[in-house]
């Protein structure tokens, strides 16, 4: 069974430019994540779809981040514009389903994202 | 105050070693327990997972949840060289108090290095 899978793995940018990350989950699964992981400290959910829906966004910075999962399959993931602190490593997952937390979230290798 | 406190800091340890990894939390509503383990330059994978308090074991993994004290350990017994890793503790509500199903509050992580 293939993994989730995102590209670019790596990706350097000045600040104020614009980026988009791109996840492909284990097919079948109706759930898809993007977490944001700071150098240091543990995965932080920026947003969950179920199939095409949005489930929970409150932890996206809607003014530059955007999301969207057309066809309930693949994700892509857009900062515009970017800044210093969004330096980071951006995560994909996706589990199952979403009606059972035991459901395992299974990630991707994640984007580097380097801002300068 | 974080909702979710991990410790220790990098730990070293010899080849054989007991290792006691811990997390604290704040939020009463979670009843969902994860560990993930997070090699270098690859996305977290899961170790372990408990529902509720008590004991879990898997191999050389011991997985403990005490949610009286809202502290949650894990024990790796027998530490190998390819234990090597950054280790997550990571709490859901399930679906508690609104939050949807599958958000996931992740520790900050400990670097685990076990030398021959």
């Known amino acids: 069974e293939a993994g989730v899978a995102q590209s670019p793995r790596y990706k350097i940018i000045e600040k104020r430019q614009s980026v988009a990350f791109w996840c492909n989950p284990i097919?079948?699964?109706?759930?898809l994540y993007w977490y944001q992981q700071i150098l240091g400290q543990g995965p932080k959910l920026l947003i969950q779809?179920?199939?095409?829906?949005?489930?929970?966004d409150s932890q996206l910075p809607k003014d530059r981040f955007s999301a969207e999962r057309l066809k309930g399959v693949d994700s892509t993931l857009k900062i515009q514009p970017a800044k210093l602190e969004d330096s980071a490593v951006y995560l994909c997952?996706?589990?199952?389903?979403?009606?059972?937390?035991?459901?395992?979230?299974?990630f991707g290798p994640g984007t580097r994202l380097t801002v300068l | 105050q974080k909702e979710v406190e991990q410790d220790p800091g990098p730990l070293s340890v010899p080849e054989g070693a007991i290792v006691s990894l811990n997390c604290t939390y704040s939020?009463?509503?979670?009843?969902?327990f994860m560990w993930y383990r997070q090699y270098s330059r690859k996305g977290p994978e899961l170790l372990m997972y408990t529902y509720s308090s008590g004991n879990k074991e898997d191999g050389r993994f011991t997985a403990q949840v005490d949610k009286s004290s809202k502290y949650i350990s894990l024990f790796i017994r027998d530490s190998q060289p390819s234990d090597s890793a950054t280790y997550l503790c990571a709490m859901s509500a399930g679906n508690a108090g609104g939050t949807s199903y599958g958000k996931l509050t992740f520790g900050q992580g400990t670097i685990l290095t076990v030398h021959p």
């Open positions: 779809f179920q199939n095409n829906g949005v489930v929970d």
């Open positions: 997952a996706s589990s199952a389903s979403f009606i059972a937390s035991s459901d395992t979230q299974y």
């Open positions: 939020n009463s509503a979670f009843q969902y």
């Open positions: 097919s079948g699964h109706a759930t």
